[in-house]
Nanobody, 121 residues
């Protein structure tokens, strides 16, 4: 049983920044992903990072979001800058089934409860 807990969400104005955190219950050597889901929309990929630090991003967030990992704290971060109203969603972290980079929902097997990010105009 793997537990993932997201935090750091909140209400910010467009152009502002937030830093999300995802703390795991134990050491994780798998890829870690960030996904988001807006009301009435399907869950979509945001970013992924491997244990060695390789990462990939959805086109919509490239240049604005940065994913990082602190193995000593069993924590993954998502730094979000230049936020837009379309970034409003519940953000989830997830553990992959392998150590490989992936943007596919089916490649992730454990999920956190999510944290709400709301960007006002």
């Amino acid at each position: 049983q793997v537990q993932l807990v997201e935090s750091g969400g909140g209400l910010v104005q467009a152009g502002g920044s937030l830093r999300l955190s995802c703390v795991a219950s134990g050491r994780i050597f798998h890829a870690m992903g960030w996904f988001r889901q807006a009301p009435g929309k399907e869950r979509e990929f945001v970013a992924c990072i491997t244990w060695t630090g390789r990462n990939t991003y959805a086109e919509a967030v490239k240049g604005r979001f940065t994913v990082s990992r602190d193995s000593a704290k069993n924590t993954v971060y998502l730094q979000m800058n230049s936020l837009k109203s379309e970034d409003t969603a519940i953000y989830y972290c997830a553990r992959g089934k392998s150590g490989d980079l992936s943007s596919e929902l089916l490649q992730y097997v454990y999920w956190g409860q999510g944290t709400q990010v709301t960007v006002s105009s």
